[in-house]
């Protein structure tokens, strides 16, 4: 597995896989590798000739008081697996390679209207953090397929809609979300509970299946559920930042003639923000 730390080694290494023919599929990550970052690695596996992956902690994503300095950093670790698994190259640039004249300065990208709401209306500028890197590593990497998760749903939705916006040459590829044996979504957070919290957080999948049973039996009074459900998160010792129902595409409110809908959650569990989702067709 080549270990590469600037773009001109990254350009010139994609010139050779160009030369072959290769598709080249991506999957970004800012590290700490659990289980769900393994299942995207193995889909780009499964469709592509080579498989690049990204360990980078964006900057820009973070808000002020967010946990930039404490995200867990395992690059060990992480290097070891991705290379257990085939990885053809990992990409690993420092934070003055992607941002040389700094965050205040930096160009961005911003998709507007889904980026304000949901998330983005608790993390004003995290979306924006997330599709600009996302387009710099794309411009980077030019891959022909890219890998992300449905877990992070509305991070998704953005940057399907940046590639569309923006006529970007890759596939985005949205890989279910993994879950630990007592339903939690995987995620990097999760190392941040305590044990107390820990037994705690499967009730967020609980509840959420809970809520997507109601939906498919017909109820459509969203105001109501999703006040009783947020009600009942709190009262387990959760603090909900929202419970939605959603459309599942454009992600506005849902209404009674949507079809395809999300049940979407974001929970503080102490200081530790969790987020999950369900979508549900009817
Ligand atoms: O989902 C993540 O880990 C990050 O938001 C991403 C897509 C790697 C961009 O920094």
Not at 66 to 81: G, M, N, Q, V
Request: with cysteine; hydrophobic share 40%.
């Amino acid at each position: 597995m080549q270990v590469i730390e600037t773009i001109q080694a990254l350009r010139s290494q994609r010139q050779q896989w160009q030369q072959g023919n290769q598709k080249v599929g991506f999957v970004p990550t800012m590290g700490n590798l659990h289980n769900g970052h393994l299942q995207l690695v193995k889909a780009a596996k499964a469709q592509c000739d080579t498989v690049v992956v990204s360990i980078f902690v964006n900057p820009m994503q973070f808000g002020a008081n967010e946990d930039l300095s404490t995200y867990p950093r395992t690059i060990e670790e992480d290097k070891a697996r991705l290379e257990a698994l085939g990885v053809d190259a990992v990409f690993l640039p420092p934070v003055a390679e992607m941002y040389p004249r700094g965050l205040d300065q930096q160009t961005f990208v911003e998709v507007p209207g889904i980026s304000e709401m949901l998330c983005g209306a608790s993390r004003p500028g995290h979306f924006r953090g997330v599709a600009t890197i996302v387009c710099k590593l794309f411009n980077m990497v030019q891959p022909d397929k890219a890998f992300f998760g449905q877990k992070d749903y509305q991070q998704l939705q953005v940057i399907r809609l940046m590639v569309k916006d923006l006529s970007l040459p890759v596939e985005i590829h949205g890989i279910a979300t993994e879950r630990e044996s007592d339903g939690l979504a995987m995620s990097s957070r999760n190392g941040y509970l305590s044990a107390q919290q820990r037994a705690l957080a499967p009730r967020l999948h609980l509840l959420m299946q809970e809520l997507k049973g109601e939906l498919i039996s017909g109820r459509r009074d969203f105001a109501a559920l999703t006040e009783h459900y947020s009600r009942q998160l709190n009262q387990s010792g959760f603090r909900t930042d929202y419970v939605e129902v959603r459309n599942a595409e454009n992600l506005m409110p849902a209404t009674s003639s949507d079809t395809r809908m999300v049940i979407l959650i974001a929970a503080y569990l102490g200081t530790t923000r969790l987020i999950d989702n369900l979508e549900v067709a009817v």
